[in-house]
């Protein structure tokens, strides 16, 4: 399963190095949410495993009902912070992407 997502990181790389260096702000921004993206799905997929694990292991009805309780809680924390992670680079990468637009509109006219 790591590999998939490490060749899911490598192929990103490789179609944004063919853009060019202009957008290297931008191609940096891009890498930062996929490996965002990516740490935070094998965090969750991890996540995901040691729940069921616990369920299995649960003794009785209750522990169950605490087991999934607890896992929800954690579930919306962890989904919550990351997705304000991801929009914060995703705001990054809106303003990289408009400073040549920026820059161009402030030149002055001849």
Known sequence: MSDTFDNTIKAVQNKLATVGAPNVILNESVLAIVA???DYSKKSLDDRRDFIGSLFE???LNSVFQIQ???AKTVLERSLAEA???GALYSNVAKAASRPIEGAMLKPKE
């Open 84 to 86: 304000m992670k991801i």
């Open 36 to 38: 965002e993206v990516t």
């Open 69 to 71: 309780s607890e896992y």
């Open 58 to 60: 649960a003794k009785s």
